[in-house]
């Protein structure tokens, strides 16, 4: 399964998959958010009367804003350690949500049950609010099995979402970077097995 975060606007991927029961599957589809929830949790939070720019404009520093274009039109498994590192500090003070999208045990191919998460995530991405704005899409699994083999996979994971995306809804692949993070990046520590691992941030780049 996978869910998404939004600080940069990133999307994290489930990585580890596995037998979960049909009510289980049901419960996690209702708790997923609309296009117009995720719409609302991605928008820049811009103070009253003032606006807010885009990658493109002069709101972001200027070395933040050559890093993120520096990593647009890369696939995640070409962005190295450094640079993952570096677009987490950076999402941790943009937009961001979690959505749950799942994915067949050792598998990057989005299945029907992910279908439904991603069409509000590409309703929304192309909506008039948050249009032409670029996002990080990063892919997160859980603490079972190997580095180098949730890393690999979270990658493929975040790729897919990003082609889906392209495919179904014509949006600019520029404007989304996909990256992987394996299981560097629990989300809940306590419990590293725990399905909440296993996500997809998405973090929109724009500035407050």
Do not use: C
């Not at 941790?92 to 069409?119: C, H, W």
Request: charged share 25%; glycine share 8%.
């Amino acid at each position: 399964m996978a869910r998404v975060n939004i600080g940069i606007w990133v999307v994290y991927l489930s990585i580890a998959g596995g037998l979960t029961s049909i009510t289980a599957d049901i419960a996690s589809a209702q708790e997923q958010p609309s296009a117009a929830q995720i719409i609302e949790a991605l928008k820049p939070k811009g103070e009253p009367g003032r606006a807010t720019r885009s990658l493109s404009g002069h709101s972001q520093s200027a070395p933040d804003r050559k890093f993120l274009d520096s990593l647009r039109n890369r696939q995640a498994r070409s962005i190295s350690i450094e640079e993952r590192t570096k677009a987490v500090e950076i999402a941790k003070e943009r937009p961001s949500i979690d959505l749950e999208i799942t994915f067949d045990y050792d598998s990057d191919v989005i299945g029907p049950k992910a279908v439904p998460t991603l069409v509000n995530l590409g309703s929304a991405l192309r909506s008039g609010e948050l249009k032409g704005a670029v996002f990080l899409l990063a892919g997160h699994t859980d603490a079972k099995g190997g580095d180098v083999y949730n890393q690999t996979l979270s990658e493929r994971r975040a790729d897919a979402v990003r082609r889906f995306l392209v495919e179904k809804f014509s949006l600019a692949s520029e404007n989304l970077v996909s990256i992987g993070y394996g299981k560097t990046q629990l989300k809940n520590a306590a419990d590293p097995y725990a399905g909440e691992n296993r996500r997809v941030q998405i973090v929109n780049t724009e500035m407050k």
